[in-house]
């Protein structure tokens, strides 16, 4: 027999009958199938992004890849070479042909291979975002369990209220805060990340401080206050006042009890930062003149450097979908009722 207890135990998962006919997926099917759906969008990706980048006509890309003086027959014999006179669907196979390989092309604007500009730079965009992520993540999610543990006081309208204020203020305007505070009137912090390329390696460490200053208080908010809304739901629930009653310590209650229970929609809230994470990085390099991925990817535009947009789309487009992946698996994981289909 199964007591009331038992029941009421945190992450005790209650059998129910499984109608005739239905089995459950194992793990290793569910993670298939969010891989292969995964594959599928990237398939998607690549076709629109392919298509984007060759709506102008094969003259008009040699055009811009040798000038806009080039006579005509030098532009047909740019355009044989690449093959840019073949049908869509044979471009399209050779350029995923060899994008999976490794061969982004040639860039139209610097005559290097794409893969060149593309990689260090990417480099660069990785560790701002690994490192606002490593420190946004602990620091929201300690607040928003904070103002849980404190919903309906002072403290927690006064935090809640400043999170308001700050999620309304876009990159640039924090951005351009930070650099006016430590860069102009203490004068502690380089206002660019100029020294990534010309600095020592303590200029190179001051070059990423206030970008990352800025994405952390930008996703801080955020991801804070669903991580409040997530505790304060998770702090009132029947099993916690159970554990509680039993004498465990508020730490133990807090972390074991309830915050595991309330981890799947926080992993979700995550998910949706780090996308927004991708997006805020391209702002923060124009901003900063970080010399990042996504600060080529609007001279790429600006150029009409079409083999470099579209590598750089579809790197984006990977690190998005990584990113659902992950949550995906994770919210498996946690959730004990999502660990088969």
Do not use: C
């Given at each position: ?6 029941r009421d135990a ?32 990237l ?6 992004a ?33 093959g840019?006179?073949?049908p869509?669907?044979?471009?399209y ?13 040639t ?5 290097r ?12 965009t ?17 607040l ?14 006064s ?6 204020i700050?999620?309304?203020l ?10 006016l ?5 203490l004068?502690w912090?380089?206002v660019?990340?100029?020294g990534?390329?010309f ?6 460490v ?17 991801i804070?206050?669903i ?30 009890h ?15 930062n ?12 124009q901003?900063?003149?970080l ?24 790197i984006l ?9 992950v ?9 004990p ?5």
């Amino acid at each position: 027999m199964t007591t009331d207890a038992q029941r009421d135990a945190p992450g005790a998962a209650e059998e129910t009958p499984q109608p005739r006919g239905r089995v459950r997926y194992p793990r290793t099917w569910q993670v298939t199938k969010i891989v292969t759906t995964s594959m599928l969008t990237l398939f998607v990706i690549s076709l629109l992004a392919f298509f984007a980048t060759n709506l102008k006509s094969p003259e008009d890309v040699a055009r811009a890849a040798l000038g806009r003086e080039t006579a005509e027959p030098a532009l047909v014999a740019y355009a044989e070479e690449r093959g840019l006179y073949d049908p869509f669907p044979i471009r399209y196979a050779v350029w995923l042909g060899d994008f999976v390989t490794g061969d982004m092309g040639t860039s139209l604007t610097t005559q290097r291979p794409v893969a060149d500009d593309v990689l260090p730079r990417l480099r660069n965009t990785l560790i701002l975002a690994i490192a606002s992520l490593v420190i946004a993540l602990p620091v929201s999610i300690g607040l928003g369990v904070f103002m849980a543990r404190r919903a309906g006081s002072r403290t927690d309208m006064s935090l809640l209220v400043g999170t308001v204020i700050l999620a309304s203020l876009p990159e640039f305007i924090i951005g351009v805060a930070l650099i006016l505070v430590f860069g102009v009137w203490l004068g502690w912090l380089p206002v660019d990340s100029t020294g990534l390329q010309f600095g020592n390696a303590m200029a190179k460490v001051g070059a990423f401080i206030l970008p990352v200053m800025t994405l952390v208080l930008a996703m801080l908010p955020h991801i804070s206050r669903i991580s409040r809304a997530s505790a304060t739901e998770a702090l009132g629930a029947p099993y916690v006042a159970a554990a509680q009653l039993r004498g465990l310590g508020s730490m133990r209650v807090t972390w074991d009890h309830a915050m595991r229970n309330a981890a799947p929609p926080l992993v979700n809230a995550v998910a949706l930062n780090v996308v927004y994470l991708l997006g805020g990085v391209i702002v923060v390099e124009q901003l900063f003149a970080l010399p990042g991925i996504g600060q080529l990817y609007i001279a790429s535009i600006g150029a009409g450097d079409y083999p470099a947009v579209l590598s750089i789309t579809m790197i984006l487009g990977i690190m998005f979908i990584g990113v659902s992946v992950v949550a995906d698996i994770l919210v498996t994981v946690f959730n004990p009722r999502l660990r088969a289909g």
